[in-house]
């Protein structure tokens, strides 16, 4: 691979300032090729190029999303002779009558990330053992279940482009980055210095070993965790047999965790009974000094599993075939039947027991959930502590965000009758609860106004029940009422 990214801070903060100014942002990208344009790969380079007007923005697009090369003329006109300077100063770019990028700059929110999206092909179209992406379907998944507090000191593990470290850095003090891709961190530190960002710390060595000793308030990973044969790409295989990778970041992110941190880890997981897919991460987290949080996103039998990861051999039948029965007969030999991929996020407080749970969350409706993540932990500690229903029973809940209360309708006898319901957060993770009706229609109107207890009991005397009928009303709102404040979708007041 050629030498570079150069992480030249100078250089990378130049090259930064100047695609600010050009306005080169997500928002931009999506305004010129469309609200796909970061779901397409590179066979739909061709499509984009044909939609973009000749302006300066459009210069830095067609160079740094598509890469695509342009001309030096139009070069400086979007970027200015510094600009131009600093992508030959860092390797980015080669620069001659023409400006033929080297990587691909992706806007991600409020940053600018640089990678090897879109690789320079190879011989053999291979992508190179130490290829760095940028913001992938897991890196968004990491992003998404990641809270975002104020914190002292934040860990980034398997940094890769540096993009979860970057995130960290604008609310931590201070960020320590890992990889055992010198590739990678260079590309991290290059990064960081692209988007005026001072307090990341680069350390090269596999997983924790660079932080011994160390502990951190937020702990982030997205490390090469697929269960697989191979060591082809650092950025996916990371050389260890079956799921031990995840176990290992598991445990070791408990134990760099400091009192009251959050651990959000990108992991995966096999079982051998299609029936009880979470046997494993639930023995992880078992033993560990953390509250935990189980979230499988993707699941997959071997076949489908081996197709998704080589995917990009689809175009050569005989490669192709030959990696699924090479995948397919290793997890024959280990036994696996179902393989999970997904994330686990761990809480570390002060305890003698510590609970945990697992739910299946829908990739299409995932959208930021740290401050979801940060009251369901937060609320799991409380019941911990409350113990008995009828400590809850004295306690003020309100709704934490936006609720969806759905009722299924059938007739019956001339009427219309209410015979199920359901609830759902509209925001985070979008879980829903499905409860008796008139259950879920008294917890959705908790407004922290008075206790749980008096508003059961209130609405069971405006109701018109007798004493069994309040005994199950009651068992039926606590019931609802500690799952919705597991979820994060109440919050004790």
């Known amino acids: ?24 942002s997500e928002e931009a990208v999506s305004r010129l090729l469309g609200d796909e344009a970061y779901s397409g790969d590179r066979e739909d380079v061709p499509v984009g190029e044909r939609r973009l007007p000749r302006t ?38 080669e620069v001659g009558d023409d400006l033929v990028p080297r990587v691909r700059i992706l806007p991600v929110g409020d940053l600018l990330v640089a990678s090897d999206d879109y690789p320079k092909e190879t ?32 860990l980034d593990v398997g940094t890769g482009s540096g993009v979860q470290a970057m995130l960290a850095a604008q609310h931590a003090r201070h960020v320590v980055a890992t990889d055992v891709n010198a590739r990678a ?23 924790f070993e660079p932080v ?70 639930l023995a992880w987290t078992e033993t560990i000094d953390c509250d935990s949080w189980i979230l499988p996103i993707w699941g997959s039998d071997p076949l489908d599993h081996a197709a998704t990861w080589n995917d990009e051999l689809a175009a050569d039948p005989e490669r192709f075939g030959d990696a699924l029965d090479t995948w397919t007969a290793y997890l024959t030999r280990l036994g696996v039947r179902w393989v999970s991929e997904g994330a686990v996020v761990l809480h570390r407080r002060t305890g003698r027991t510590h609970t945990t749970r697992v739910d299946e969350v829908e990739e299409e409706d995932l959208e930021d959930a740290g401050d979801q993540i940060q009251r369901a932990f937060e609320s799991r500690a409380r019941l911990s502590e409350l113990g008995r229903n009828t400590k809850l029973l004295e306690a003020r809940l309100s709704v934490a965000g936006p609720m969806r209360l759905e009722h299924e309708l059938e007739p019956r006898r001339g009427r219309t009758a209410v015979v199920a319901a359901s609830v759902q957060l509209a925001e985070g993770t979008n879980p829903i609860v499905e409860a008796p009706p008139r259950a879920l229609e008294i917890v959705a109107a908790l407004d922290g106004a008075a206790s749980l207890g008096d508003v059961i009991q ?19 709102v606590l019931d609802v009422s500690r799952e919705l404040l597991e979820l994060g979708a109440l919050k004790f007041v």
């Open 212 to 281: 011994t000793g160390e502990s951190f308030d937020l702990i982030t990973c997205n490390a090469p965790y697929v269960v697989s044969p191979e060591s082809r790409w650092a950025y996916r295989d990371g050389g260890f047999q079956a799921d031990e990778l995840s176990e290992r970041i598991v445990r070791s992110a408990a134990g760099h965790l400091a009192d009251g941190g959050f651990a959000t880890l990108v992991v995966s997981w096999i079982a051998g009974d299609v029936d009880e897919p979470d046997v494993r991460p």
């Open 123 to 154: 011989d053999d179209d291979k992508k190179p053992p130490d290829y760095v992406a940028a913001y992938t379907p897991t890196s968004r998944l990491c992003d998404s279940l990641t809270p975002r507090r104020r914190v002292g000191r934040a």
């Open 458 to 476: 209130k609405s069971a005397e405006r109701l018109r029940l007798a004493e069994p009928q309040t005994s199950r009303f009651r068992r039926e």
């Open 1 to 24: 691979m050629d030498n570079y990214p150069i992480p030249n801070a100078e250089a990378a903060r130049t090259l930064g300032e100047a695609l600010r100014t050009v306005g080169y």
């Open 56 to 93: 300066r923005l459009a210069t830095a697009v067609r160079a740094f999303f598509l890469q695509l090369p342009v001309s030096r003329r139009d070069a400086v006109s979007a970027l200015g002779r510094r600009g131009v300077d600093a992508l030959a100063a860092t390797g980015l770019a």
């Open 185 to 207: 961190l260079a590309y991290t530190e290059l990064n960081a210095a692209l988007n005026g960002l001072t307090n990341i710390d680069c350390r090269r060595g596999s997983l």
